[in-house]
């Protein structure tokens, strides 16, 4: 059985997908026990040599156009529905797959922008998150998300396939106490890369008069931000309590990996991880992320009673 070639096992599998296993055995000339030792050993195989899937992590990030309205002072305003002049659209959006070191964008022609027609560059922001397992920005549940849900229902498209989010500005008031938590000042504290100077308002109106200039200094001020919103990510990712869990996104096998970046490279320690129930060993990841090993270090009788304890 040990010198069998990978070759014939992966025959007799594909043999037996097609006859079923009686036909298998008769034309092989093996036992049914024999046989199905050879299907396993196969399966075996083939889960050995199966890639690693990892897991597609988008950052990402759109620049809008304002809301152009009427108003008849500067203070305290209700702006009625009937008083906007124009409602806000996209201009530009930029991305990047995590770790990857090209960054994808699209901006509005000039021409779309005096036609504030942003159908196209909705549809090829929606082609990067629609592929996306997990996405990652600042304050894209509150903004960025809600807002490209909009334009891509005005503009007709599809919602796109389930993703898990990440949002960094979330986080960062869950878990912190920063002065600001605008990105830039984020990143300053963290002494990651700054943000570039848009230029100001200028270059939103700029953009809304269709001037090419202002428009691909818009889109290269989106780009920018992108990098640094990785690098604000990946300070803050070991804080994260409930990181999207990577350790899905491998099908290697049943080894502890780090839920917050997937890495197999954890140690286990001597302090306790308590649930209100449980109680487990404490693991810390390389990359600084806290968890708890899969089984209870409590013994079975304990837990029982604890369980019994509480139910009363
Ligand atoms: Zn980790």
Redesign the pocket.
Known sequence: MSNISAETLKNYTNYVGIYGKQKAALNFGLSLETLNRYLRKARKLEEGIKKVDKPNILIFDIETAPVQAYVWSLWKQNVYIDQIESDWFMLSWSAKWLFESEIYSDVLTPKEALNENDARISQSMWEFIDHADIIIGHNIAGFDIPKLNTRWIVNNIKPPSPYQMVDTLKEAKKNFMFSSNKLDFIARMLGTEQKMDAGGFETWIGCLKGDQKALLKMEEYNRKDINVTEEVYMKIR?WIKSHPNMALYYQDDMDHR?R????KN?TFSDKMYDTGLNRFTTVR?????IGRARVSALPKAKRDSLFQACAR
């Open positions: 070991p780090c917050n970046c997937g890495s954890i990841c390389e990359c600084g992320a």
